[in-house]
Each structure stands twice: as structure tokens, then as C-alpha cells.
């Protein structure tokens, strides 16, 4: 038997899956040719998912309950009647904003949603903010009056492609798939990135810049643009507000001062002008660019790069940052927040909340403590609750604060509907073989758990509350909920090639170009390096469940490392205000001198996690995680 489903896991792609299914069991799983986006691609990390995970023997197939420092296996009665007396308890004694709902993004599906409208019908504290972008949206609401990305497939019919501050070969294959595409058609592929990852190490130019800089390469840009008169004066004139103030902001810099910030050398700085200029040419903003506390200003003066320069409202051309995986479904559901905790400040929030204070903590399909920052002050914020439960397949780093552990399926055994934040299409997720074990639904164990607290908040069945949440797709395409779980429909209201008639979404329908600019610039100072930390090729968010001890690895430009006295392959220590973990230091050459780079996701207790010395903080503008403005020392180990 064939079963078709979706990649729910936490990657643009949301690809379309074909599922071979012998006599009960996963045999294989493949690339759904029929997917509008995927066609037929997979990546070899969901290639193996039914060995890796799905039948991983460490996973947990039955609801734990800490006894000391050991688990428990008990019945989904005794788990859930003990959540539910430790929560309504919660809610007479101290209100339900004691109890706290952190949901990670490890799956994002339609039925999630009904995750908010439990805690939210409860009065519970819920997230606000976010660990990936979230700062080039609002630079996009402030420039453009919201965000809308090109069709993928649209970087085609552009003549460049300029992938800023992004890795799509490792974090969002399919889209790079089309890139490489239009690279072989003849097209210019330009990076800029501190780092050469393997998508600058395939590009026809690599700028490697300064962290931190791009909104200096971006004003630099448009400055040689407008200074050589080949910008959109029309444009301009016509469709853009503030162009006076923004070109003094142009006039402020001079290019050798421009590229003394960015490290870029003038000769390239002009190349990558003309290169973008001789459009039409299309950027892809990445996660690495929003990872600083004002990128939402980079990103406005990259929006403006585009619009000076004739670039928006153009086939191949725009500012493109990925979709809202949920801007197809009724979000109504969730029901009205009640009091937010921060998801960039999760454990200084959790220790801090007062009036009432934090009692209570209910993780699903995140773990806090591996993936956001500053991991010991979420761990220890969460050991003062007096319960935590989390919702996840393996016990992981967030578990040593778990007092309830309950096992959830994944969605090769799962019914449900997935949006994407790499294309426009809502695909269906169809189970293809039944729970494991005792594992059931992030849906059923709420369900379950309203029932156990005397509560009415999710009455309905699976398919009525899909066809709820999805009522604007079916309405739409006048569809029938079975049939959005055949195949994969484009969510309404996206074009393939955003402002096409230059009417933006902004309060005078102009594009507004950016007028103010921060006053902090510099990478390190002598005695620290910026630490970038970055997603790996080999797993998406924390690893699995791994027994090999590996010391933590932290890379850094070989020049630096001699300037350091240190020597490639040594134990040192790396400290920053969060705190202190070991690593092994490593020389590399892809690394800009004067930083350290590192990879998320390792495990605390397999030799350490990188996020213990990421010091906590948000952006200024949409509530980001600014990961990359952590300074650490290196240290020798004696
Ligand atoms: S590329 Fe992403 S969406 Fe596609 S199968 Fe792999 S993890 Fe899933």
C-alpha cells in the first residue's frame, strides 16, 4: 500500500511524501512527484525517518512519571488525571495564568492550533515571539505593509539570484534545488554570508561579510546604484514615501567608509551593484541575517535596494523571506492570548512572572533547554516548577526538568493538514500506519486532558475541527475537506509576483523607504569573538537521541586561532555571560577571522550543547532571538 502524506517536520519544504506500507509497517519512504512544490524530492534525513525515528528503539512508546531521578512507565489515566489535579489546582490557587504553554516548532500543522485554543480557553499564559525570523516580517510590514514572498519558482526568470545571509543547501533543499536550476540556466548566484557554507562554496560570488554589517553593504549598494543614475527615479517619485530622508541616510556614509565596515573590499562592492542592477534580480532573505538585534533595519534597507533599484513588482525580482505556514487556515480557533511569555527570554520570563507566579509548564514538539538560548537558565526556571510536562518522542535535554512525559505520535501516524514557510500550499498529512505503542496525537491527549479537567473546550471530532480550521481553503476552492486530503491546494490570496500594480499594503499604499539606522556597528572587541551558531546538514533542530560523547566543536579562522596562542584540536573553554561549556577548537577557513561558528542541536549530556554560553535577549523589532550577538572568550583548559 501507498500512502500519500507531508514532511511536517521543522524545514520550509513541507514536502509531498509517498509511503510504502507492508502488512502494518513503514517499508520506505519516498518523494511524491504530484507535490506542486517538492516534485518528488526528499532529503535523506526523512528518507530514513521510519529507521531514525519512527521506530527508533529510544523511543517512547508509554507515558513516563519522574520517580527521583528515574522514569516510571503509567497508564495515560494515571498521567493525565495528574496533570489535570495539578492544573486546576493551579488555576484555584493561583489563576490559570500560572500555568504556562511553550509550543516549539516542531511540528506546525492545522490541528496545533487547537493546542492555543485549549490553554487559551483555560486562561493559561502562552509564547509570544519567536527562535527564527520574525525580524524581516516586520521590516516587511513596516515597508511594504506586509509580508509576501515570490512563488519559489519565480527566482527563475530572475537574471541574479542574491541569497543573503542564508544556507539553502543544507536548510531549505527544495528551494535550492531551483536555485541550482537557474544557476545551470546561465543565471548569477551571489551569497553574502560570514560563513562559506555549502551554498557559498557553490555560488558564482561569494561576499563574505563582516557579521553584523549587511545593512552597510545594503546602503553601500544603493548608494553606487543612485550615484550612477541607473535607479527607478519613477519609482521613487510615484510609489515610494520618505525618499528624501533616505537618500541623506545614503549621503551620510562614504563608500570606502562603507566597505571599511563591512570588510568588503570597493572593487566587489561595485560588482555587486552592477551585478544586482542588471536585474531583474531576486534576494532571498535567510535566517542568519535576523539572528541581530536590529536587523529589522537591515532588512528595511534591503527592501529598499530592491525598490530603488526597479526591483519589486517584477518577475524575478523582490524581497522574498518564506510564507506564513498558517496563512491559509482559520486561526480564529486559537481564541483571544491571555498573558505572553517571551519565547527569545523563555527562562529569565519563567522565573521572573509575577501576579501570578510560573506553577506549571506544558511543552509540546519544542525543547527549550537544547534550542533556545541561554539553556541553564531555562533549565533551572524550569526545575523550580512544581510540574513540567513535555509532549515528545524521546526523552532529550528538556526532559531533566520533566516531570510527566508524555509520548506523542509523529506524522507517518498522523491525520491532519500542513501549511509551509517555504511555498504557498496547504498538503494533507494522512496516517500511514497506527500509533506506536501507547503514542497518541497532540490532539487526543488534549482532548483526553479537557476531559480529565471537567472542561468543553475541544468538542468536536478530528475531521470537523479540520474542517473548521481549513473553512477559508474550502470556501476558496469549493472543496470538501476529503479532497484537501488527496492532494496539496495553494493557499488564496499569495500571487506568484507580489505588487505587480505597486498598490502596497501600508496606509498610503506606497512603499515606505527606511529613514533611521542604528548606532552600534563592530564585530568583536580585542578580547571576544561573536559566536554564530548554525544549523547542521545531518538533523533538524536537536539531534536524535545519540549514545556517542563528542566534546561540543567551535571553529574559528585560522588566523584568529593563532592570535589566540591556541592550537586546532585542543580542549578550551568557551565563556560568555550565560555562562561556560568545553569545546574542542578547531581551525577553519570558512569562518570570518574575528568569530567562532558552531552547531546547534548536540545534547548537554553527550558533550554539550551550544546554546549554554548564548546569552538571552530580543530584537528590537519582531520579538526575534538574536543568537548571533553573544560574545565569547576562548580559553586554553589546563
Ligand atoms: S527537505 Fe524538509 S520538508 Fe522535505 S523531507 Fe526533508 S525535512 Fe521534510
Redesign the pocket.
Known amino acids: 500500500m501507498r500512502v500519500f502524506t507531508t514532511?511536517t517536520?521543522d524545514?520550509p519544504?513541507?514536502?509531498g511524501l509517498t509511503v510504502r506500507v507492508e502488512g502494518g509497517v513503514v517499508r520506505s519512504i519516498g518523494g511524491n512527484r504530484g507535490h506542486p512544490h517538492?516534485r518528488g524530492f526528499?532529503?535523506r534525513?526523512?528518507a530514513s525517518y521510519h529507521r531514525t525515528r519512527l521506530y527508533s528503539d529510544k523511543r517512547i512508546l508509554k507515558p513516563l512519571m519522574r520517580d527521583g531521578n528515574q522514569w516510571r512507565t503509567v497508564s495515560w489515566d494515571e498521567a493525565l488525571q495528574t496533570v489535570a489535579d495539578v492544573m486546576n489546582r493551579c488555576v484555584d490557587e493561583y489563576g490559570a495564568e500560572s500555568i504556562i504553554y511553550y509550543q516549539g516548532f516542531g511540528a506546525r500543522t492545522a490541528l496545533r492550533l487547537l493546542n492555543r485554543r485549549f490553554f487559551n480557553s483555560l486562561g493559561a499564559t502562552t509564547l509570544e515571539g519567536t527562535l527564527c525570523g520574525g525580524t524581516a516580517i516586520e521590516a516587511h510590514k513596516m515597508d511594504f505593509g506586509k509580508r509576501v514572498s515570490h512563488e519559489p519558482r519565480d527566482h527563475l526568470n530572475s537574471r541574479n539570484i542574491f541569497i543573503w545571509g542564508r544556507n539553502p543547501a543544507v536548510t531549505d533543499?527544495?528551494l535550492w534545488r531551483i536555485i541550482r536550476r537557474a544557476q545551470r540556466n546561465g543565471k548569477t548566484i551571489v551569497t553574502v554570508d560570514p560563513l562559506r557554507t555549502e551554498t557559498a562554496a557553490r555560488a558564482d560570488i561569494h561576499c563574505q561579510i563582516k557579521p553584523g554589517t549587511d545593512m552597510y553593504l545594503a546602503i553601500a549598494l544603493s548608494k553606487i546604484i543612485v550615484e550612477e543614475g541607473i535607479h527607478d527615479q519613477k519609482f521613487m517619485d510615484n510609489h515610494s514615501e520618505n525618499s528624501d530622508v533616505y537618500l541623506n541616510v545614503l549621503d551620510a556614509f562614504s563608500l570606502s567608509e562603507l566597505s571599511g565596515i563591512t570588510g568588503i573590499p570597493e572593487k566587489m562592492v561595485y560588482e555587486l551593484a552592477f551585478t544586482y542592477s542588471d536585474g531583474p534580480s531576486s534576494i532571498i532573505i535567510g535566517w542568519g541575517l535576523q539572528r541581530y538585534f536590529n536587523s529589522h533595519i537591515t532588512c528595511r534597507f534591503i527592501d529598499a535596494l530592491a525598490a530603488i533599484s526597479g526591483n519589486i513588482g517584477i518577475r524575478g525580482g523582490g524581497v522574498s523571506s518564506g510564507f506564513d505556514e498558517y496563512g491559509g487556515f482559520d486561526e480564529s480557533v486559537c481564541l483571544e492570548d491571555r498573558r505572553k511569555i517571551s519565547m527569545p527570554l523563555f527562562g529569565r520570563d519563567l522565573e521572573n512572572l509575577d501576579s501570578p507566579e510560573a506553577k506549571c509548564v506544558f511543552i509540546t514538539a519544542g525543547n527549550p533547554v537544547n534550542l533556545g538560548p541561554n539553556s541553564m537558565k531555562t533549565l533551572s526556571a524550569l526545575r523550580k516548577m512544581d510540574l513540567v510536562v513535555m509532549v515528545d518522542h524521546f526523552l532529550n535535554d528538556t526532559s531533566y526538568a520533566a516531570d510527566i512525559f508524555l509520548p506523542a505520535t509523529t506524522f507517518l501516524e498522523e491525520t491532519d493538514l500542513v501549511g509551509s514557510y517555504g511555498h504557498p500550499y496547504i498538503s494533507p498529512v494522512n496516517a500511514a500506519v497506527k500509533p506506536s505503542g501507547e503514542c497518541r496525537s497532540e490532539f487526543w491527549i488534549l482532548k483526553r486532558l479537557s476531559e480529565f479537567m471537567g472542561l468543553d473546550n475541544l468538542e468536536g471530532s478530528l475531521m470537523e475541527w479540520l474542517e473548521i480550521i481549513a473553512a477559508p481553503l474550502l470556501d476558496y476552492h469549493g472543496i470538501e475537506i476529503q479532497d484537501l486530503l488527496k492532494r496539496p491546494y495553494r493557499v488564496p490570496g499569495i500571487p506568484e509576483v507580489p505588487f505587480e500594480d505597486f498598490k502596497f499594503y501600508t496606509e498610503s499604499r506606497r512603499f515606505i523607504l527606511p529613514s533611521e539606522i542604528p548606532s552600534e556597528v563592530g564585530i568583536s572587541d580585542e578580547k571576544s569573538l561573536r559566536l554564530l551558531t548554525v544549523m547542521n546538514s545531518e538533523w533538524?533542530g536537536s539531534r536524535e537521541p545519540y549514545d556517542e560523547e563528542k566534546l561540543l566543536e567551535v571553529f574559528i579562522h585560522p588566523e584568529t586561532l593563532l592570535k589566540t596562542g591556541l592550537e586546532d584540536g585542543e580542549t578550551v573553554t568557551l565563556e560568555s555571560g550565560a555562562g561556560r561549556t568545553c569545546a574542542t577548537v578547531r581551525s577553519s577557513d570558512k569562518v570570518y577571522p574575528g568569530c567562532a561558528l558552531s552547531f546547534r542541536g548536540t545534547w548537554l549530556s553527550r558533550g554539550g550543547c551550544i546554546n549554554t554560553v548564548i546569552e538571552d535577549g530580543k530584537t528590537e523589532r519582531g520579538h526575534g532571538t538574536p543568537y548571533h550577538e553573544t560574545r565569547i572568550k576562548i580559553k586554553k583548559r589546563h
Open positions: 514532511c517536520r524545514c519544504g513541507a514536502c517538492s526528499l532529503c534525513k526523512t533543499l527544495n533538524i
